[in-house]
T-cell receptor, first 112, second 115 residues
Framework: QKEVEQNSGPLSVPEGAIASLNCTYS??????FFWYRQYSGKSPELIMFIYSNGDKEDGRFTAQLNKASQYVSLLIRDSQPSDSATYLCAGGPGGGASKIIFGSGTRLSIRP | GAVVSQHPSRVICKSGTSVKIECRSL??????MFWYRQFPKQSLMLMATSNEGSKATYEQGVEKDKFLINHASLTLSTLTVTSAHPEDSSFYICSASDEGFYEQYFGPGTRLTVT
């Protein structure tokens, strides 16, 4: 069974600090990984995708991928209250037309 | 760009009736659309993958006769929940993509309540 696992949280981080979200996956065939943010009652919105080992930065967000360890992470710098949401990690074989498997999500709470 | 719409956004129906949910890609052609279901405080569960002009591929445990999927054009897929029951109440979300895209684009979701 192909799985993507996340700590459900909640993860509580003070405003302005770095939030670190982690994800592991079981399918070594997975090549593409996605981080989605989901507010309560809304559909997911893509924050970042990453295909290559190493770091990928976009504004306050940095995704990290380690294929040898089957580990993906998301760092959020200068956390804001508006970052409070559930963060979903997903992985798949690659390409938007391929199905992806979602983790159960981590609830992040940024406290003022 | 890459906008996906869903209609209706919210629907309440009586047990035993059927409900159709539409998913449209507004500014791109979607050769592939995905249908997900999300129960409260749970993650997205893929129900089926539909490719334009062919039969949908259902995930294990999803009844194809209960959840009818039609992807008749490159911009429209529909999900029909037949003979809905209260346990079908959920948040249904579609996504769309095309060859060459890196990601799926999600619709805003449809909240189904079966009474």
């Amino acid at each position: 069974q192909k799985e993507v696992e996340q700590n459900s949280g909640p993860l509580s981080v003070p405003e302005g600090a770095i939030a670190s979200l982690n994800c592991t996956y079981s399918d070594r065939g997975s090549q593409s990984f996605f981080w989605y943010r989901q507010y309560s009652g809304k559909s997911p919105e893509l924050i970042m995708f990453i295909y290559s080992n190493g770091d990928k930065e976009d504004g306050r967000f940095t995704a990290q991928l380690n294929k040898a360890s089957q580990y993906v992470s998301l760092l959020i710098r200068d956390s804001q209250p508006s970052d409070s949401a559930t963060y979903l990690c997903a992985g798949g074989p690659g390409g938007g037309a391929s199905k992806i498997i979602f983790g159960s999500g981590t609830r992040l709470s940024i406290r003022p | 760009g890459a906008v996906v719409s869903q209609h209706p956004s919210r629907v309440i129906c009586k047990s035993g009736t059927s409900v159709k949910i539409e998913c449209r890609s507004l500014d791109f052609q979607a050769t592939t659309m995905f249908w997900y279901r999300q129960f409260p405080k749970q993650s997205l569960m893929l129900m089926a993958t539909s490719n334009e002009g062919s039969k949908a591929t259902y995930e294990q445990g999803v009844e194809k006769d209960k959840f009818l999927i039609n992807h008749a054009s490159l911009t429209l897929s529909t999900l029909t929940v037949t003979s809905a029951h209260p346990e079908d109440s959920s948040f249904y979300i579609c996504s769309a993509s095309d060859e060459g895209f890196y990601e799926q684009y999600f619709g805003p979701g449809t909240r189904l309540t079966v009474t």
